[in-house]
């Protein structure tokens, strides 16, 4: 694996030379990440590295946090001595430091650099861009391929065809859906997609700006969809006590079929001993008669306004979103991901390929980033614990909605 | 000294001639020796104190600035606590751990009473019942929350043999509490042991002989006899017990993550989720729950000192 690293870093040092403009880059750049997976980690060193040699003169300090830990960090770290370089996320999660002035504005990179104007939008506050992007990863339902053959079950196009081969899954003994919700966010998927076939993707995103009211009928509606499979035993028991780790064993041992989640599940189900010919996927049902949107949650790079090499990271940022860097990085035995770029290309392993093509031929509806990252925080707190309560206990909806609505009330006028 | 004249006069300048902290030695010192606790203590206990108490007076999402950033809104963050549900319900969690983390002080007396007598390897016992003690509260955390586990829990496998049907503790937002208290029990038990374990060597042997002569036995040995000697044990146990409680943070965190649905909060815990958790960006509202927090605590520190200040001005 080493080998093959150094490598393909020395390969693309030769493309990569066109990036060093004339002048050299010197001093000390500072990069904290939250790749701190076994893969990203290997990637974001393996990043840092070829760099470094395309600019011998500069000193880079790679400092990598675990990614759970660094969504409370970021804080402190953009505050006090501030590094360079930071990983974060797209959309509503980039406003507060975007608002408290933390993120450089690097809508200079971005005249400089193309391929990237499919995920603009979602690096865009006020018009101006505050980041870049490096990957992306559509969600989408896993399954397990040997037991729907076994069972005689086609991927389900619709809804009712979603409750009959639920049905059918039921009737041999197994759950629909392995989750976990100890973490909550993982609700916040299910909600993602039932509201979005329910309502569309438009309906979705007015939500999410506070402009409809959680006690609104169509809302309601997207529960009550929700609130068949909960009603038939669809998802296993006890979820709330599991994180999404803690859940991926019901799939693996086949007491549940399916699991809705992002594409970073695949290696763990893989590593587990599911070869691909056991594990599909398909795209999340239709409901009603609404252009599909999907949830595709981009990770990013950020230039704290404090950084004191601005120079050195601006050209980081120009190195990771170049499409050779893009195409490496996302490669399968890499991340495993969607590359940013539009002019690289995406590795041949068959989840990427099929999700690439999910997301450019068939999310004509748009695609959000995901609950926690669409909403206000505070509201997208309250809201995924709100998605628990109803997952565990349906019958409290009136409660929850009335909840959540009177969050919105505070969240949005403020 | 710098008032001194020009030509000093020699007889009156006799005691000047020590320095002026040689004269002032005995007043200075001990502030001096106390002068880097009080420091130390201003700028990490009492200033804090005091800005919390500002920063509850503001709408503040803790980046940048306070006074610039922040939107001053005088009672506002107290009177949205009033009104919400999640901090009722860490309020009465924190109640439920205080009454019940008390247990921990009889539990322990009853151990310490058990293994206080000499049989051989009493020591090796000992070490065993204090064992929770020594372990990190994030392993007896994780112990426990295997312990519970719904499907392989040894608590279910135990239960299913009596018939009871599988119980999903920390699951069930109306027993989560009870299953983290319970774990909190363990260690906090084994602490209240140490402590009479402790306070029974200090017993004095002649007051019992005394006692069985006037043919006090069992419960009345224990109660007007032992307990009345074991008070400062008690006492001690009392307050490490109530702070314990008070501080059940990384328990929650580990088990449960103050869930399901918010049902095992305490108030460090919703402070924590609230001001500097992921999604925690209303640092006057965090800095609001401290405050209830605080005077919470204040309650029984002032109870704590009064109690040292009469034990002290009684051994006068």
Known sequence: ?414 | MTNAPAVPTTHAAQPDRRSWYKRNEIAITPWLFLLPGILFFAAYVVIPIFQSFQVSFYRWDGLGDLTEQGQFIGLGNYQELATDRNFEISLVNNIKWLLLYLLAIPLGLFIALFLNQTVTGIRLYKSLFFFPFVISQVVVGLVFSWFYLPSEGLLNAVIGLVGLGPVNILGDPDMATYGIIAAGLWPQTAYCMILYLTGLNAVDPEQIEAARLDGAKKWKMLWYIIIPQLKPATFIAFVVTIIGALRSFDLISIMTNGGPFGSTRVLSFYMYEKALAEFGFRMGYGAAIAVVLFVIMLFFIAYFLYSMWRDERGAR
């Open chain 1, 1 to 414: 694996m080493r080998s093959i690293l150094t490598a393909l870093a020395a390969s693309t040092i030769m493309s990569g030379a066109a990036f060093a403009d004339g002048h050299a880059l010197s001093g000390d750049l500072r990069i904290i990440s939250d790749m701190s997976n076994p893969a990203p980690r290997a990637v974001m060193e393996g990043l840092a590295a070829q760099f470094g040699e395309m600019h011998p003169d500069l000193n880079i300090e790679l400092e990598i946090v675990d990614r759970d830990g660094w969504k409370s960090q970021i804080r402190n770290a953009l505050s006090s001595n501030p590094p360079d370089i930071v990983n974060w996320y797209a959309a509503n999660r980039m406003t507060p430091y975007v608002n408290a002035g933390l993120f450089e504005d690097v809508s200079d990179v971005w005249e400089e650099i193309e391929g990237l104007d499919s995920v603009k939008g979602a690096l865009t506050i006020d018009d101006k861009q505050w980041g870049v992007p490096y990957t992306y990863y559509n969600w989408g339902i896993y399954y397990r391929e040997d037991i729907f053959n076994e069972l005689g079950l086609e991927e389900p196009e619709t809804f009712e065809q979603e409750i009959a081969n639920c049905q059918a899954i039921l009737d041999s003994g197994r759950k629909c859906y392995a989750i976990g919700t100890k973490f909550l966010w993982t609700a916040g998927g299910w909600f993602d997609y039932i509201n979005m076939r329910t309502n569309g993707f438009d309906f979705h995103m007015e939500l999410a700006r506070g402009e409809v009211e959680w006690t609104d009928e169509r809302v309601r509606e997207a529960f009550a969809n929700w609130r068949k499979l909960i009603d038939m035993g669809a998802f296993i028991d006890d979820h709330q006590n599991y994180s999404w780790q803690e859940a991926l064993p019901f799939v693996v041992n086949g007491d549940a079929t399916a699991y809705l989640i992002g594409n970073f599940a695949v290696a763990p189900m893989r590593e587990a001993g599911l070869t691909d010919e056991q594990i599909d996927f398909y795209q999340f049902p239709t409901i009603a008669d609404v252009p599909q949107g999907e949830d595709a949650p981009i990770d990013t790079f950020h230039i704290a306004s404090g950084a004191q090499n601005k120079e050195a990271a601006r050209e980081f940022l120009k190195f990771v979103t170049s499409a050779e860097v893009q195409t490496d990085i996302n490669g399968g035995d890499k991340l495993g991901q969607l590359p940013v770029n539009a002019a690289s290309s995406v590795d041949d392993d068959e989840f990427l390929n099929q999700g690439f093509e999910m997301l450019t031929t068939n999310a004509t509806g748009g695609i959000a980033q995901f609950f926690d990252r669409d909403f206000p925080a505070e509201m997208a707190a309250a809201g995924m614990e709100g998605l628990q309560e109803f997952m565990v206990f349906p019958d409290n909806l009136e409660d929850i909605l009335a909840r959540l609505e009177q969050t919105r009330q505070r969240v949005y006028a403020e």
